[in-house]
Nanobody
């Protein structure tokens, strides 16, 4: 069974920083692309940042220059460093990973989400 567990959310003032972490655990043969998505109340879930196994990154325009995604392939971890946070960054942040298992093959998995609240 594959699990993604996020940590690091919380309440921060505008202009502050937070670092999110996500760990993949369970029985699998490999982890491909990993990423972060967010969903604000009443809105759809949107991509924030994605990183390939080789380290190629993609960011939403709204976070470019403020957020940095990184990963540790040896420990199956992905991070999101969020700087210069704005109230509009307030959302539940979800970790996503494309993980290969023997039973299913390659499939997308989601974490349970972590709340990020930015006060003005």
């Amino acid at each position: 069974q594959v699990q993604l567990v996020e940590s690091g959310g919380g309440l921060v003032q505008a202009g502050g920083s937070l670092r999110l972490s996500c760990a993949a655990s369970g029985s699998f043969v490999g982890v491909n692309a990993m990423g972060w998505y967010r969903q604000a109340p009443g809105k759809q879930r949107d991509m924030v940042a994605v990183i390939t196994r080789g380290g190629i990154t993609t960011y939403a325009d709204s976070v470019k220059g403020r957020f940095t995604i990184s990963r540790d392939n040896a420990r199956n971890l992905v991070y999101l460093q969020m700087n210069s946070l704005k109230p509009e960054d307030t959302a539940v942040y979800y970790c996503n990973a494309n993980i290969a298992t023997v039973k299913i093959g390659l499939s997308a998995y989601w974490g349970q989400g972590t709340q990020v609240t930015v006060s003005s």
